[in-house]
């Protein structure tokens, strides 16, 4: 295993308190971020003040230490590492590995996914720029729920999509436990149920714009969300497909559906911000592209009201055997 690459090693020490900051990037199993790092602000006694860590990450994530104990954290940073290290990976062996004569990356089917891999990354530092803007330590977050249940519940997904797509690219040597393939799957998994099930988060993502435009007496979905700062231009892209009447006694499957909508529009706005800041503008434009036709797959799912009914005493009559006809031969 290559050693850990420093990227930042410093300690100040300043009125009686002391600042100790190492990032390392890192291809230890114990760190599925990439990053092993710690930033420290405690006294000169000893005593810790405020410490960000993932000593534990593989068992409990990313942690927030203070004085009163020690507490579990979501923010898109935990992505970040974990999205570049996929998106490397999977350049790389698209330009190796060599298929009918030509690298993969010269596939279009390839090309689609690492473009889809590329749209996680550049929506995950959209996120991480929006995040350290409007979550400061000293600023109450608690009329910001739309916005963490979007950012948990989205990254967590593109994590997941992310590993799924590096592990079809790189085939049976990325199913083993030992690659990066293989373990980004496993790894990134549990996020997308803990720390709240995102199937639940997207349900409290429509509950609350729902509960928004009851109070606006607005029932059209795009005039809402046209008048609102975190969705007003990202939506645009979706004039005409969002420009319906709400029904506010959605069934509880269709909430989630709308969630998913409603968070990659916002993520989405994230996205156009990030790029109004000089972000490469070719990066901008195939994460927006690629949102676009992932929420207009969603819209089809969500205007499909018809529900499979779950057949609980299925076993009678349910084996094929019993329908299998004797040769004749």
């Known amino acids: 295993m290559a050693s850990p690459t420093t990227i930042a090693d410093w300690k100040d020490v300043e009125d009686g308190y002391v600042v100790d900051v190492t990032i390392r990037q890192t291809a230890d199993e114990q760190y599925p971020s ?14 810790t003040i405020l410490r960000y860590d993932n000593a534990h990450e593989r068992s409990k994530g990313h942690e927030r230490h203070a004085g009163d104990g020690v507490e579990r954290i979501e923010f898109p940073g935990m992505g970040m590492g974990f999205l570049k290290r996929l998106l490397d990976e999977a350049i790389q062996h698209a330009r190796e590995r060599v298929v009918g004569g030509k690298p993969l990356i010269r596939y279009d089917q390839v090309k689609r996914r690492i473009a889809h891999i590329q749209a996680a990354y550049t929506a995950c530092s959209a996120m991480c720029l929006h995040t350290s803007e409007n979550a400061n330590l000293d600023e109450n977050l608690a009329g910001k729920a739309l916005e963490a249940n979007t950012i948990k519940s989205v990254v967590t997904d593109l994590m997941q999509n992310a590993s799924q797509s590096l592990l079809q690219l790189t085939g049976g040597k990325g199913y083993r436990l030992d690659h990066v393939a293989g373990r980004s799957v496993v ?26 435009m009851r109070q606006a007496k607005e029932t059209n979905l795009y005039e809402f969300l046209k008048s609102q700062d975190l969705s007003h231009r990202a939506v645009d892209y979706f004039e005409d497909t969002l420009d319906f009447e709400v029904d506010f006694s ?7 559906d709308l969630g998913r909508i409603l968070g990659r529009v916002l993520t989405m706005e994230m996205v156009i911000e990030l790029g109004d800041r000089g972000f490469r503008s070719d990066l901008v434009a195939n ?14 799912s969500y205007r499909d009201f018809s529900l499979p009914g779950a057949i609980e005493d299925y076993v009678d009559g349910s084996s094929w055997l019993d329908y299998v006809q004797p040769s004749t031969s």
């Open 34 to 47: 990439g990053c092993d790092y710690s930033l420290h602000l405690g006294t000169l006694g000893g005593d």
């Open 250 to 256: 959605l069934p509880q499957r269709k909430m989630v």
């Open 187 to 212: 790894d990134s998994r549990p996020f997308q149920i803990f720390e709240g099930s995102n199937d639940v988060l997207y349900q409290q993502i429509t509950e609350s714009v729902l509960k928004s």
């Open 287 to 300: 994460c927006l592209d690629a949102f676009r036709s992932r929420v207009d797959g969603m819209l089809t």
